[in-house]
């Protein structure tokens, strides 16, 4: 049974860090390209980073650019999301997903195959 499962997310100020990890098991996720998506309330689910199976490619919205870095470690069949100058136009839900062989437009959701509960990133002002 595939399962991704996040942690991480929690309280914390504007202009803090916070690091979400994404644990997959069920299967070797090395050939699978890896997304980390929000939700906000009464909003979309959005892609905010991605990164390519090999690490190799990224993709970051605008809106997070220079603040997040996405990263993997295949041996530990692991993503991270790394957040600094979280902002609270941040605060969502934050899901990882995956999807096998995907090497390109990260950024579409309908593309991934597996996806985790979710942790909640809240960012007060």
């Known amino acids: 049974q595939v399962q991704l499962v996040e942690s991480g997310g929690g309280l914390v100020q504007a202009g803090g860090s916070l690091r979400l990890s994404c644990a997959a098991s069920?299967?070797?996720?090395?050939?699978?390209?890896m997304g980390w998506f929000r939700q906000a309330p009464g909003k979309e689910r959005e892609c905010v980073a991605a990164?390519?199976?090999?690490?190799?490619?990224?993709y970051y919205a605008d809106s997070v650019k220079g603040r997040f870095t996405i990263s993997r470690d295949n041996a530990k069949n692991t993503v991270y999301l790394q957040m600094n100058g979280l902002k609270p136009d941040d605060t969502a839900v934050y899901y990882c997903?995956?999807?096998?062989?995907?090497?390109?437009?990260?950024?579409?959701?309908?593309?991934?195959?597996?996806w985790g509960q979710g942790t909640q990133v809240t960012v007060s002002s």
């Open positions: 997903a995956s999807a096998r062989f995907l090497a390109s437009n990260y950024y579409r959701t309908g593309l991934y195959d597996y």
């Open positions: 069920g299967r070797t996720f090395s050939r699978d390209a």
């Open positions: 990164i390519s199976w090999s690490a190799g490619s990224t």
